[in-house]
């Protein structure tokens, strides 16, 4: 038996879009020889559509759509196609479905069929996430149990993703509770597992569900199928990747990362085709470059302007817009102030030349004098310092906005994280920006992903100079990141530690970490919470990016 996987990027909230896209790619899989086409959790509605699922009007009108795309499935002309099936085309997909009990949450997360002309509910979803702001519980009501589907002689168990995470035996991690829903539905027999996905990238995400399918289809000895989303929503990008299983666990069919794709498997003979996987960092480029695309897609926007100094940072946000958009796309803006170096001005320029992108050069001495003027009488008692410095980061900010509203683009935020993590940037200067393309990248990641680009197009992008030169703001004479900020290697593992690994200071110390860098940036991090909550979201693509996996007080301080 064919089947087609429709990996994808479904755009939240365009319901009817998504349904047009739906439909005629199950046709085209349909004419390749598929007899059922099995798209993404919440295919229909798009991924995470949170509080629209509040809005009666609209689940009514996904449910209405569902039944228009089963009637124009089942009347399509068959002439064309490789296999004539009673009923039409046939398409699993997940959708947002009307719950009909009194009592409860007023929506369900469901599998549905669509085949015969019929709309049929399939399973519910009833391990509901609770994890990275999804807040599924908020709209959901859960399942009691997964369904089976009988079709064209094959009963598959269809689940939703976190349906499949309870298996206590595969090493799934804590359980919220004893619930498992892949034992009760395999209890009454199945051939074939469907799985239906919603999984952004993490660099641990994709590898914890590669082993829970090859476990769950070895363990019970039958083929699992897995579609996913790809591209991106909003600050996530989801996987792609969709996947198929033998039942002995081996991987045999992959698709491609990050984009549409149809996956054909014939569970019958285990054919296909496997993608081959990507390595961390091009997977890494890949997902922050479909991310800001889709992102700006959404917002309607083509185009990108970004501030750029010289430094590591900003090389890297302009080399990730122009792959995203094009070099004729991304605006580069050059401006020094009089403790900008030569040397970064240089760099800059041959940036902005191995891009192939348009700059200006505006230098901001005049207006850091206007402001130094306009505040003589006031500012006479204190010495110069830090209030200086931010305004120098602000009309930097001021003109790249200027910029955006007269011409239009994105501006570009070229923080990292673990600027993010310490406050060292400044609110409404080199903070500001649409979106933060590498804000959940440490900066040592930086030069990594850096080396990547250069070596993606076999040519030098970033100038070698960018790579040896020490990191500064250049915002006072001779300054560097280090007088601010522990080193870079010492500073990102500990923030590694206390973020991902959720580690407790004392523990790090007692692995061989320094105790006073240890509390010193324990008590940075927590002092710049209110910062981070005002500064643009960035790309996720670690285990815990800040905003979605990261919810801490503003105002509270970790004592150990």
């Not at 999984?199 to 569900?209: D, H, M, N, V």
């Not at 900003?314 to 004729?328: K, R, T």
């Not at 850091?368 to 110069?384: I, N, V, W």
Request: net charge negative; hydrophobic share 40%.
């Amino acid at each position: 038996m064919k089947i087609a996987l429709l990996q994808g990027r479904y755009v939240t909230g365009k319901v009817r879009e998504n349904a047009r896209r739906l439909v005629e790619r199950t046709l085209e899989a349909t004419r390749a020889g598929a007899l059922l086409c099995v798209a993404p959790e919440l295919a229909l509605s798009g991924p995470n559509p949170r509080d629209l699922l509040l809005t009666p009007d609209f689940v009514t009108e996904c449910y209405t759509v569902l039944q228009d795309m089963a009637a124009e499935l089942a009347s399509m002309d068959q002439s064309d196609m490789t296999n004539y099936i009673v009923g039409g085309p046939a398409l699993l997909l997940g959708a947002p479905v009307p719950n009909p009990a009194p009592l409860g949450q007023p929506v369900h997360n469901c599998a549905v069929l669509l085949h015969e002309g019929k709309v049929r509910i399939v399973s519910r979803k009833v391990l509901l996430s609770h994890h990275d702001g999804l807040q599924e519980r908020r709209y959901f009501e859960r399942g009691m149990h997964s369904g089976t589907l009988d079709f064209s002689g094959w009963r598959f168990a269809v689940f939703m993703a976190e349906d499949m995470s309870n298996m206590p035996d595969f090493g799934a991690g804590r359980r919220l509770n004893d619930h498992n829903p892949v034992a009760e539905c395999m209890a009454g027999g199945a051939d074939a597992m469907i799985c239906l996905s919603s999984l952004f990238y993490s660099p641990k995400a994709a590898a914890r569900q590669e082993n829970l399918l090859a476990a769950a289809s070895s363990f019970y000895r039958v083929p699992v199928l897995y579609v996913n989303h790809s591209g991106g929503c909003g600050a996530r990008v989801f996987t792609g990747s969709s996947l198929a299983y033998g039942p002995d666990g081996a991987l045999f069919a992959r698709s491609r990362p990050f984009k549409e794709d149809t996956l054909f498997v014939n569970i019958a003979t285990m054919k296909s085709t496997v993608a081959v996987a990507c390595m961390d960092l091009e997977r890494l480029w890949n997902c922050l470059v479909a991310g800001l695309k889709d992102y700006a897609a959404d917002a309607n926007q083509h185009s990108a302007i970004v501030g750029i100094s010289g430094g590591m940072d900003s090389s890297l946000v302009a080399a990730l817009a122009v792959e995203a958009f094009g070099p004729d796309n991304v605006l580069g803006l050059i401006m020094p102030s009089p403790y900008s170096s030569g040397e970064s001005e240089a760099d800059a320029t041959a940036l902005a030349r191995n891009l192939g992108i348009q700059t200006y050069r505006i230098p901001i001495a005049a207006l850091m004098h206007a402001y130094e003027q306009s505040l003589t009488d006031a500012f006479s008692g204190p010495p110069a310092g830090v209030t200086e410095e931010n305004i120098q980061a602000r009309i930097r900010g001021n003109i790249l906005m200027a910029f955006s509203n007269k011409f239009g683009g994105l501006v570009l935020c070229t923080g990292n994280k673990s600027e993010s993590a310490m406050g060292y940037c400044t609110l409404y200067g080199d903070a500001v920006g649409a979106l933060a393309p590498i804000g959940d990248i440490y900066k040592t990641r930086t030069y990594a992903l850096a080396e990547y680009c250069n070596q993606k197009y076999n040519r030098e992008i970033i100038p070698r100079t960018v790579f040896v030169k020490a990191p500064s703001a250049e915002l006072r004479p001779g300054q560097k990141d280090s007088d601010s900020l522990p080193p870079y290697d010492v500073l990102d593992a500990v923030l590694e530690k206390l973020i991902e690994g959720n580690m407790r200071p004392r523990d790090i110390v007692a692995q061989g970490a320094d105790k006073a860098t240890v509390e010193r940036v324990v008590r940075l991090l927590f002092a710049a919470e209110f910062k981070r909550e005002q500064m643009p979201f960035a790309i996720q693509v670690s285990d815990r990016p800040f905003g979605a996996g990261w919810h801490m007080p503003v105002n509270t301080l970790w004592e150990d």
